[in-house]
């Protein structure tokens, strides 16, 4: 192999091959460094004395199926200017580390198309290094995502692992990045968040977040000029959670096992949509039939479904006219846990009619959580929590498939 041959294919420049050797399947390169790599690694001066060597190996990209190391002997000089010995700068590979930055890029090439584990067992490397190697170049392009040009938000928190742990996460809805990732829930897991953006001079105009009251004051404390928008998905799922209670509590009070019978088993049809009944199971006849037998749940099922509309309408003053209206019929209907989420709804109806001036959601943090659910399930959890919020970090690069 040529000294040029050694630049082009290991991204060696600046040294001399002096010697190839073939070793229980390894090829072994010596090189040595040319006359204008000896000077001071840290002022650069070439006023230097040489003070012995040190040998050093290498793990570089394979040639095939053959590991390649780089073998070489680091002159150690003094330098007349600082008056310290040191090693010379090595150049092609970072300080302290056994392999190259051409192995390097290799590996961050092969970590978008396979596992951890499968780089490591592919290049004969320990799993650690791979890992390091990896966490290196997410914390050096990821770690602090830029917020200076964010306009829009959405704000949810994920469960994570078993134990009831939390990661709160940050989305901009403009390019589906993840600018944060706080250990834990509510106001004091945004902290630093908050700290980070108002530095930035960010202009936020709209934040999507679920009706949680510490999701509400820290966005009013921190952002008191951003608009609040109540994810529509958030409302539905929770009259659909008051639906289930009323299901339940209906089947508890039924006295005839007609009632019972007809009521078990039709939580999932009074969720679904219309149009999602699946009419060779005859989903739509056993809905109707449980709805004709119990007037209740025959009136919160159609308010539930009316309710839908509200996000269709032509204005928000029309829009504002529906709720006002629905808010009426759901009091009316004398269902107590209808009536519970309908003074809720209309509590929270400036956020909600809010849709109308900034059409977001949290849908598609929604969409990244269950991404983060699926790099944990293949990495069978993480235990380096640190390396597992810069993966997070990385999820809007990633358009193929998951790999941890």
């Known amino acids: 192999m040529s000294t040029s041959l050694l630049y082009h294919a290991c991204g060696v420049r600046g040294y001399t091959l002096t010697k190839t050797a073939f070793d229980g399947g390894m090829i072994l390169l010596h090189v040595q460094p ?9 002022c650069g001066s070439r006023d230097v004395r040489h003070r012995g060597s040190q040998n ?3 793990r570089n990209v394979p040639f095939g199926t053959h590991l390649t190391w780089i073998i070489v002997d680091l002159p150690r000089v003094e330098c007349r200017q600082c008056q310290t010995v040191r090693q010379i700068e090595i150049g092609f590979a970072e300080p302290r580390r056994s392999y190259t930055k051409a192995l390097a890029r290799y590996i961050l090439d092969l970590a978008e198309h396979m596992t951890i584990k499968d780089i490591a067992d592919h290049l004969s490397l320990g799993w650690d290094t791979v890992k ?3 966490k290196t170049d997410l914390a050096k392009h990821y770690a602090k995502p830029p917020l200076a040009e964010v306009r829009q938000l959405a704000i949810d928190e994920i469960a994570v692992g078993q134990g009831h742990r ?3 996460v940050v989305l901009d809805l403009d390019s589906g990045r993840v600018l944060f990732v706080g250990k834990g829930k509510g106001n004091e897991a945004l902290l630093p968040f908050w700290r980070r953006l108002k530095r930035t001079r960010a202009r936020i105009k709209a934040v999507a977040i679920d009706m949680s009251p510490a999701y509400q004051l820290a966005v009013k404390t921190h952002l008191p000029d951003a608009q609040i928008v109540f994810d529509r998905f958030h409302i539905v799922k929770l009259l659909n959670e008051k639906l289930s209670d009323l299901r339940r509590q209906l089947y508890r009070q039924a006295t005839d096992d007609l009632h019972k019978e007809v009521l078990k088993g039709t939580r999932w049809l009074l969720l679904k949509h219309p149009d999602n009944l699946d009419l060779k199971r005859n989903e739509r006849a056993r809905l109707e039939e449980a709805l004709k037998l119990n007037e209740s749940l025959a009136s919160a099922y159609y308010l539930k479904e009316d309710l839908r509309e509200l996000w269709n309408q032509p204005g928000k003053s029309q829009a504002r006219r529906f709720l006002q209206s629905w808010y009426l019929q759901a009091m009316a209907s004398g269902i107590r846990v209808i009536q519970q989420f309908a003074r809720t709804l209309l509590a929270h109806a400036p956020g909600i009619l809010a849709w109308y001036d900034h059409p977001i959601s949290t849908g598609p943090l929604e969409g990244t959580n269950n991404k983060i659910k699926t790099m944990q399930r293949q ?3 993480l235990r380096d929590q640190e390396f597992f919020r810069l993966k ?3 999820l809007h690069r990633t358009k193929y498939a998951l790999v941890g």
């Open 132 to 134: 390091e190697i990896v």
């Open 166 to 168: 939390y990661f709160t």
């Open 392 to 394: 997070i970090y990385a």
């Open 56 to 58: 050093r190996w290498f």
């Open 34 to 42: 040319q006359s204008q790599q000896c000077h001071c690694s840290a």
């Open 379 to 381: 990495h069978y959890g």
